[in-house]
């Protein structure tokens, strides 16, 4: 099996994050390390298809992924 890319580890966080943080921290480290392949420094989410999407629960999330890791940025939607 390939290693997963920086846009599909993000989709099967965005799938976790829709079944109760189903084996989050698995899809936290696949995309910690093809954002490594990749050379980039941060993940960026749209807060649209967040599960919360409010100010407290995008800090959270962000607070979660930077303890393992991922620096978590937002996108403009």
């Known amino acids: 099996m390939s290693e997963p890319t920086v846009a599909d580890a993000t989709a099967r966080i965005y799938e976790s994050l829709q ?14 390390a093809a954002l490594t392949r990749a ?10 298809r967040l599960v919360q999407n409010n100010r407290s629960g995008r800090k959270l999330m962000q607070a979660y992924f930077r ?9 403009a939607s």
């Open 19 to 32: 079944a109760n943080n189903a084996d989050i921290d698995v899809h936290i480290a696949a995309l910690k």
């Open 67 to 75: 303890q393992r890791g991922v620096t978590v940025t937002y996108s």
């Open 39 to 48: 050379g980039l420094k941060e993940a960026v989410f749209d807060p649209a």
